[in-house]
C-alpha cells in the first residue's frame, strides 16, 4: 500500500535518537484511513483463501488421539493467549508487557507443537493458495503490470517480489513501435535537442511527510516509527502488530517521506524522474491460527499540484506467513535507481515528487505477530522533460 503523503515544508531538525524508536501517539481505536480498512479487508480475505488448508489439516489431527489432544490444548491456548489481549483493551496491562507475554506464549506454544500441526499441513498441500492468487488479493493494482517471484518456506510462508513485464508485452492494441533507426523532425544533425527541462535535487531536501497508524496491541520496545531527515535524505518506518481472540484483526501502518518541488515551464507535456537511492527492509510473521502479513516499498509519488497524482512502488516485499508458521525476509538495493515517466498538462507551474518508505502488517484471526521495518536513503531526484 503505498500512502498519499501530504508534504509539509522542512523543518529544521537535529536527529537525536537511534533509528526507529521515536513512540508514535497511540489511538484506541486506531482511526484507520479508507486505504488502511482495505487492507485489512485484503488480510480478512487471505484468512478465507487459506481457510481450506487449516480445515484439511485439522481433519487430519482428529484421525489420532495426539492430534485431537493438540487440538484441545490450541482451544485452552486460544483463551490463554487472550488474556493479555483483553487486559489491553481494558487499559489494565501496559501495551509492552502485553506484547512481550503474547510473544513469548505464541513461541512456546509453537515451540511444542509445531512439528506436528506442520506436518498435518503438509499432507494436504495442494490446497496452498497460488502464488498469483495471494498476490492478485493483496496487490491487485499490479495484476497486469507484474508477474510474481516468490521464495516459499516448509511452513506455508510466502515472499513475493514483483518482475516487471514490459510495456510492450502487456499492451493491447499498441501501435507499431517505431524502428530505432528511423529520423524524426525533432532531431537535427548533431542529434537530439536538450530538453527543456531538466533538474536534479540532492539532501537537503525541502519536503518531508510522515504518518503512523499504530495497532491496537504493539510492542514499543520493538521496532516503530515514521521518520523522515530531510537534510540526509533518509526516512525509516516500522512497526508491530497481534491479534488474539480478543482482538482478531489488526494492523500498524507507518509511512515517511522526504521530496522536493520542481517549477516546470508551459510547453512540455511529457517527463520522467530518475531517483537514485539505498533500501532495506525486513520483516517477520509469527501465527497460530490464520494469516499475518507485512507489505513494504519504496514509493513514489509524482503530485502535478493540479489536482492529480500518480503514485508507483518500487523494491516491493510481500510477505505471508499461515497458519502456525513463523518466518521472516530481509532484503536489500544498495546504488539503485528507478525512472519513471510521467506526462502534465503542459501548462507552468511546479511537480512535487516524494519518495520514502510505505510499509504495514496485519495479523488475522488469533494467535499472531508480524513487525516491519524499512529505511530508503534517497541520494538524488531528477526531472527531465522527454
Not at 481450506?52 to 489431527?61: F, G
Not at 491479534?243 to 520522467?272: C, K, L, R, W
Request: charged letters at 25%; proline letters at 8%.
Amino acid at each position: 500500500m503505498a500512502r498519499q503523503p501530504t508534504a509539509t515544508a522542512k523543518r529544521p531538525r537535529t536527529p537525536t535518537r537511534k533509528p526507529a524508536t521515536r513512540k508514535p501517539r497511540q489511538q484506541r481505536p486506531p482511526k484507520l484511513d479508507e486505504a488502511e480498512k482495505q487492507e485489512l479487508a485484503r488480510a480478512q480475505e487471505l484468512e478465507e483463501l487459506y481457510r481450506p488448508l487449516r480445515d484439511a489439516a485439522e481433519a487430519e489431527l482428529q484421525k489420532t488421539k495426539s492430534g485431537r489432544k493438540l487440538l484441545e490444548d490450541m482451544r485452552g491456548f486460544a483463551r490463554e493467549f487472550g488474556e493479555p489481549g483483553k487486559g489491553m483493551t481494558d487499559r489494565e496491562t501496559p501495551s509492552e508487557e502485553a506484547g512481550l507475554r503474547l510473544r513469548e506464549r505464541l513461541e512456546d506454544f509453537r515451540s511444542s507443537h509445531g512439528d506436528q500441526f506442520v506436518e498435518a499441513h503438509a499432507r494436504h498441500a495442494h490446497l496452498q493458495p497460488s502464488v498469483q492468487a495471494v498476490a492478485q488479493l493483496l496487490r491487485p493494482e499490479m495484476a497486469t503490470q507484474a508477474v510474481w517471484v516468490s521464495e516459499t518456506s516448509p511452513t506455508g510462508s510466502m515472499l513475493l517480489q514483483p518482475k516487471a513485464i514490459p510495456a510492450d508485452v502487456r499492451a493491447v492494441g499498441v501501435p507499431e513501435a517505431i524502428p530505432a533507426d528511423a529520423g524524426t523532425i525533432t532531431e537535427g544533425l548533431g542529434g537530439p535537442p536538450p530538453p527543456l527541462v531538466h533538474s536534479c535535487a540532492t539532501p537537503p531536501f525541502a519536503r518531508k511527510d510522515e504518518h503512523v497508524t499504530s495497532a491496537v496491541i504493539w510492542d514499543p520496545d520493538r521496532p516503530h516509527a515514521a521518520n523522515a531527515f530531510p537534510d540526509q535524505g533518509k526516512t525509516e518506518i516500522g512497526g508491530n502488530c497481534y491479534s488474539t481472540i480478543v482482538i482478531q484483526i489488526d494492523g500498524f501502518f507507518s509511512s515517511a517521506f522526504v521530496g522536493q518541488d520542481f517549477p516546470v515551464p508551459p510547453g512540455p507535456t511529457s517527463y520522467e524522474t530518475t531517483i537514485s537511492y539505498d533500501w532495506s527492509c525486513s520483516g517477520t510473521g509469527a501465527i497460530c491460527l490464520g494469516v499475518a502479513v507485512v507489505n513494504v516499498d519504496l514509493a513514489i509519488v509524482i503530485d502535478k499540484l493540479d489536482g492529480t497524482r500518480e503514485t508507483h512502488a518500487r523494491e516491493i516485499s510481500l510477505f505471508t506467513v499461515p497458519g502456525f508458521g513463523m518466518d521472516w525476509f530481509h532484503h536489500e538495493s544498495n546504488d539503485a535507481s528507478v525512472t519513471i515517466p510521467f506526462t502534465r498538462d503542459g501548462l507552468n507551474g511546479t511537480t512535487r515528487i516524494m519518495v520514502g518508505a510505505d510499509g504495514h502488517c496485519i495479523t488475522a484471526v488469533w494467535g499472531g505477530f508480524a513487525e516491519f521495518r524499512a529505511e530508503a536513503v534517497v541520494r538524488e531526484i531528477c526531472l527531465t522533460s522527454t
